[in-house]
């Protein structure tokens, strides 16, 4: 434990005494890698293929806010349907503005989910979202879960409405755009995602918040049963088909990436919590106070030789 501890100390002790150039190179990797993504999925504009245009982005996107890195990535989404057809790109243009007007603007901070939700479907892990969501970002994860699921369903038609128009008559391009709109609204496995998201994040934020020991993991545990029981069950109710070897393996994994990021956050002694109780003229107060894991750091012993010497013995 204590060797765990020393490597993720040093890990963040670097971090933060270098963060004005490890944040950016860090927003660098995590934009070049969505930017990549949305590429690999919308992929239909000839400006998009050149791979300095997505560096360059990914530059930008390293020095910007949070909220103007998921607006660069909507541009790139957006001008890519317009390179299929303009209805299309009409269509995503629309969605993009009601997402961004009506979350982003308020909660900027929680954004980048936007973009974690397709890439995590890209990867086949549409299973673990709801827990690694929950950990990151809490109850606030909700909405931009549901956006990013809308996201990447919407790329999954666009894909189909091109094949479609590559061979539908010019009488017949309407067609195509109305089965586009009518595929998003009518898709039950994106209801469905959306409502277990939902639930099993709001389930999970709620048992996190409870003033228990080792809350953090039996809300990551609960909240990994939760979300195979709704899936499954959800899935007969929506008439979806579900596989219920992808659910299991992809929950775990989920779990798995959950628990690995609450130690990076924090790792609690419970075995040398003290509670406290006090009051003043107004209030009583009660405490818990849990200390956390820590790397003792090395403590100076000052042994006096004699009064003109002394000698400081370092004490692991």
Known sequence: MSSLLAIRDTI????????????????FILSFIMFSSINSMYGYSDLFERGIVIFLLSVISALVSTSIVVFLGGVVIVVNCFAVAAQVGICAL???????CTYMRVFPNTGWILALVPILYMWNLPYAIPIVVVIF?????IVPAAFGVVIYQFGVYVDEVENLLLTAAEDDAFLAYTYLIDAVLKNKAMMLDMIVYAVVILVTFV????????????????????NIIAFMCCGMMLDVEIN??????????????AVIVQLCK???DYSRKET???????????????????????KKNVVKMNEQTEEVVEQQ
């Open 207 to 226: 048992i996190y918040k409870l003033p228990i020991d080792y809350i953090w993991y039996i809300a990551i545990g609960v909240g990994g049963l939760l």
């Open 137 to 141: 970002a809490g109850a606030s994860g």
């Open 266 to 268: 924090s790792m609690v």
């Open 276 to 298: 406290v109780q006090f009051e003043d003229d107004e209030y009583y107060y009660y405490v818990k106070a849990i200390p956390k894991y820590n790397v003792s750091a090395k």
């Open 12 to 27: 963040r002790d670097f971090l933060r005494k270098f963060d004005e150039i490890t944040t950016p190179v860090f927003r």
């Open 94 to 100: 629309f969605i993009f503005l009601i997402m961004y």
């Open 244 to 257: 219920s070897g992808n659910v299991i393996v992809g929950t775990i994994l989920g779990v798995l990436m």
